[in-house]
Nanobody
Framework: QVQLVESGGGMVQAGGSLRLSCAAS????????MGWFRQAPGKEREFVAT????????YYADSVKGRFTISRDNAKNTVYLQMNSLKAEDTAVYYC?????????????????WGQGTQVTVSS
């Protein structure tokens, strides 16, 4: 069992930056692939970024590539999402997720554990 708690959301102007954190409790955090997803009002939850257990491999949605960076610190049981050059369309609730399957990547159905989400609002 893994519990995930996101933090770092807030309101920022377009062009600004935020860093989200996701603290994990439970066993074997370093065994999980970690991902970030987001859900805007009236839309489905969508994939944002994912990172392998080792932190070596990362993958991003085209919409955030070059602007967002996912990273993890297994010693601190924490995964991060650095968001730069934010746009109004990045406004959403951002969720952290953990997957036992190393091949989960963009498929939210393959992620086993989810946080409660943190709101990010970008004003234009």
């Amino acid at each position: 069992q893994v519990q995930l708690v996101e933090s770092g959301g807030g309101m920022v102007q377009a062009g600004g930056s935020l860093r989200l954190s996701c603290a994990a409790s439970g066993r074997s955090f370093s065994s999980y692939r970690m991902g970030w997803f987001r859900q805007a009002p009236g839309k489905e939850r969508e994939f944002v970024a994912t990172i392998s257990w080792s932190g070596v491999s990362t993958y991003y949605a085209d919409s955030v590539k070059g602007r967002f960076t996912i990273s993890r610190d297994n010693a601190k049981n924490t995964v991060y999402l650095q968001m730069n050059s934010l746009k109004a369309e990045d406004t959403a609730v951002y969720y952290c997720a953990a997957a036992l399957s190393s091949s989960a990547f963009t498929s939210r159905e393959l992620y086993n554990y989810w946080g409660q989400g943190t709101q990010v609002t970008v004003s234009s």
